[in-house]
T-cell receptor, first 114, second 115 residues
């Protein structure tokens, strides 16, 4: 089955710096890669996703890149702000007996200090 | 409209007791997922329901865990003979259709504490 590794587990940056979180996956059949943000005490929410037919996607200060050959994808946050502080989870789709589900990484705790 | 809801929000139980956790998905969502989030850990997949298909139970950690989804809507996660290592936040999510490409909307979670 699918296995998703996420690095780093914690990341501290100064406000205005960039932050990069990287994930690798094992199932070459995976074709959908979302990123979720979970603020302290709140539920995870989708912030951006990418499908296997594109290599990069941007949404304002957030971008995601995908390298299917190497089976890794990354989240890039530019001009970080204190409100970006949260736990970020990457995920990869996997096909199982019921259909297609998501396997999540263990998360990256991002701290942005002002 | 209403999002995914879960009840109870907090549950404290004694070791060895059974617990039931409830999830009400967004109306019309055919897919429903249960995850477990332990302190400092990621989102551990437990079980996935899609329409009337047999659920994918591959993530359930032991036979003490089971889940049902009645009428294609409400789901109940049952943990029998709870152990201290079962303490975690149990999150439910739903999505509009089958297939992982549909955004999963998460509920607020149930924090389970086993004493």
């Amino acid at each position: 089955g699918e296995n998703v590794e996420q690095h780093p587990s914690t990341l501290s940056v100064q406000e205005g710096d960039s932050a990069v979180i990287k994930c690798t996956y094992s199932d070459s059949a995976s074709n959908y890669f979302p990123w979720y943000k979970q603020e302290l005490g709140k539920r995870p929410q989708l912030i951006i996703d990418i499908r296997s037919n594109v290599g990069e996607k941007k949404d304002q200060r957030i971008a995601v890149t995908l390298n299917k050959t190497a089976k890794h994808f990354s989240l890039h946050i530019t001009e970080t702000q204190p409100e970006d502080s949260a736990v970020y989870f990457c995920a990869a789709s996997t096909l199982n007996q019921a259909g297609t589900a998501l396997i999540f990484g263990k998360g990256t705790t991002l701290s942005v200090s002002s | 409209g209403a999002g995914v809801s879960q009840s109870p929000s907090n549950k404290v139980t004694e070791k060895g007791k059974d617990v039931e956790l409830r999830c009400d998905p967004i109306s019309g969502h055919t897919a429903l997922y249960w995850y477990r989030q332990s302190l400092g850990q990621g989102l551990e997949f437990l079980i996935y329901f899609q329409g009337n298909s047999a659920p994918d139970k591959s993530g359930l950690p032991s036979d003490r865990f089971s889940a049902e989804r009645t009428g294609g809507s409400v789901s109940t996660l049952t943990i029998q003979r709870t152990q201290q290592e079962d303490s975690a936040v149990y999150l439910c999510a739903s999505s509009l259709g089958g297939g992982a490409r549909n955004e999963q909307f998460f509920g607020p979670g149930t924090r389970l504490t086993v004493l």
